[in-house]
């Protein structure tokens, strides 16, 4: 499918560089039988007991550090935590997520800039006791680089010496304000991982959980740490010949049960989120049944692809040209999404991670 079809004018004006205030006074497109514009606070008139509310619980950390190779400045984005084999393979569905079950490990897979600086055994001094070594450089553009700290000393040299690593399109991303460093990260963040924030979920209050809660409606959590590569345009001209990062996601058997449960007796499940889309349609069979999962998807959604569990979807609005808006064109049709685009830049909603959200129907499910 040529990537041609997912491009869209987006006037700059329109790009987020903060969040709504309150959360939950950011915009909501709902995408249905037509175009309605709501408040994201109105979430709950869309709901019904018996659904399911998924939430993706990474938390974020300051993964873009600035350090100094011979006196040359290099900027570094941590993307993710590599494989025990300095990156070369997956990790294994039955493998400990090092992030979260055993803690974040020293050895990561990042992006450097300038890269082409960079060689195997070169040290990166970012303060005088915080460093890393250049294990390798990898073909598709990325570094391996092994931190001379990891688990909970490692995520204490971020706090101290690293900036949340906000989205390339906002202009003060290489050193984000003191507020990113709450309004770049979820309520209900748990497990330190990802390198951007799962952005569906920055809509949400206290008191907006509070609502949803009242109304009988249940909310679970998984967890996919986002990866650097959420941000990396598709280059290729057809979609076949895109290779997607993988991430590490994981779901317990608990939040199956619970899920399977619902759909069972006809409850929806919404995914908040394309991250929580992503991780319950790796984990589900053609059946429909959600399992426990522990390990790496690269799932990529494109038209075409039939949905297996998920009915709903909350969702920002993603850049022309994204993985992002291919898999919500599957979601809900690409006619349908242009039209709701189209709808959305005339209306003047704010775009991407800081920007408004869309509420999303399935337009195909088996």
């Given at each position: 499918m040529k990537t041609t079809l997912f491009d869209f004018v987006l006037p700059d004006a329109l790009i987020a560089t903060h969040p709504a205030s309150p959360r939950d006074s950011a915009r909501m497109?709902?995408?249905?039988?037509?175009?309605?514009?709501?408040?994201?606070?109105?979430?709950?008139?869309?709901?019904?007991?018996?659904?399911?509310?998924?939430?993706?619980?990474?938390?974020?950390?300051?993964?873009?550090?600035?350090?100094?190779?011979?006196?040359?400045?290099i900027e570094i984005l941590l993307h993710k935590v590599a494989p025990p084999a300095e990156g070369r393979g997956p990790v294994p569905n039955n493998a400990p997520d090092p992030a979260t079950s055993a803690g974040i490990g020293g050895l990561w897979l990042c992006f450097a800039k300038p890269a082409k600086r960079l060689t195997a055994g070169d040290i990166?001094?970012?303060?005088?006791?915080?460093?890393?070594?250049?294990?390798?450089?990898?073909?598709?553009?990325?570094?391996?680089?092994?931190?001379?700290?990891?688990?909970?000393?490692?995520?204490?040299?971020?706090?101290?010496?690293?900036?949340m690593p906000l989205p390339p399109y906002i202009e003060r991303q290489r050193h984000a304000d003191s507020s990113d460093q709450a309004s770049y990260q979820t309520l209900y963040a748990r497990h330190d991982g990802s390198v951007a924030a799962p952005t569906a979920g920055l809509h949400f209050t206290e008191s907006l959980l509070h609502t949803i809660d009242a109304a009988g409606i249940k909310r679970v959590h998984v967890t996919l740490h986002v990866g650097g590569g959420t941000f990396l345009p598709v280059k290729t001209d057809d979609t076949d010949d895109h290779i997607m990062?993988?991430?590490?996601?994981?779901?317990?058997?608990?939040?199956?049960?619970?899920?399977?449960?619902?759909?069972?007796?006809?409850?929806?499940?919404?995914?908040?989120?394309?991250?929580?889309?992503?991780?319950?349609?790796?984990?589900?069979?053609?059946?429909?049944?959600?399992?426990?999962?522990?390990?790496?998807?690269a799932l990529f959604i494109t038209p075409g692809y039939r949905f297996r569990l998920v009915d709903v979807l909350l969702t920002n609005f993603h850049l022309p040209r994204s993985t992002l808006f291919m898999l919500v064109s599957a979601f809900s049709g690409p006619e349908r999404m242009k039209e709701a685009y189209n709808h959305a830049i005339t209306k003047q909603y704010r775009f991407y991670s800081y920007g408004d959200a869309c509420l999303l129907f399935?337009?195909?499910?088996y």
């Open positions: 497109l709902v995408v249905g039988d037509g175009l309605h514009d709501h408040l994201i606070r109105e979430l709950p008139d869309f709901l019904k007991p018996g659904d399911v509310m998924v939430f993706n619980d990474t938390r974020v950390i300051p993964a873009r550090l600035f350090g100094k190779r011979r006196g040359a400045n990166i001094n970012f303060s005088d006791d915080f460093h890393a070594t250049v294990m390798k450089k990898l073909s598709d553009g990325q570094v391996v680089l092994r931190l001379n700290y990891d688990g909970a000393e490692l995520v204490d040299q971020l706090k101290k010496h690293g900036h990062h993988s991430e590490y996601a994981e779901i317990t058997q608990n939040a199956a049960d619970i899920i399977n449960e619902a759909k069972g007796k006809g409850g929806r499940i919404i995914a908040i989120g394309t991250t929580s889309l992503r991780t319950l349609e790796s984990a589900t069979t053609r059946e429909g049944k959600l399992q426990a999962f522990r390990g790496e998807t399935c337009n195909t499910i």
